[in-house]
C-alpha cells in the first residue's frame, strides 16, 4: 500500500501516548503513536526489548501490560512508555513540565 511521508523536521522518534496521562493504564485503551523521520512503513515496535508484531504501523491500541518503544530509520529508537495494569494510579500529564509549572494530578482506580 502507499505509504506516506511523515512531517519533514522530526529529529528525534517519539511515542505519544493517548490519553496524555502517565503512567499509562490498560484499562484506559491506550493508544501509541510513532513520531519520526522516515515513513511510518518502516516502523518497527518493540515491547519489553522484543519486536513486536505492529510493524510498519504508526499507531495501535496497546492489549498487553509493558514497556513499549518504537525505532524509525532515521531518527532512531524512541523513549520507552510504560503500559501498566494497576488498579489504582496517580497520574501526571504525559508533555513534558518545568519546575515551578502548576501540574494536575490524578488519583484514579
Do not use: I
Amino acid at each position: 500500500g502507499w505509504c506516506p511521508l511523515s512531517p519533514a523536521g522530526a529529529q528525534t522518534t517519539q511515542l505519544l501516548v493517548e490519553p496524555p496521562w502517565r503512567p499509562a493504564v490498560l484499562w484506559d485503551r491506550v493508544t501509541l503513536t510513532c513520531q519520526g523521520s522516515g515513513t511510518p512503513c518502516a516502523t518497527t515496535w518493540y515491547k519489553d526489548g522484543q519486536r513486536w508484531g505492529q510493524q510498519g504501523r504508526d499507531h495501535f491500541t496497546v492489549t498487553e501490560s509493558g514497556n513499549y518503544t518504537c525505532d524509525r530509520p532515521g531518527s532512531g529508537l524512541s523513549p520507552p512508555v510504560r503500559v501498566s495494569n494497576e488498579w489504582v494510579v496517580l497520574q501526571v500529564p504525559a508533555q513534558a513540565l518545568l519546575e515551578g509549572d502548576t501540574m494536575t494530578l490524578r488519583c484514579r482506580g
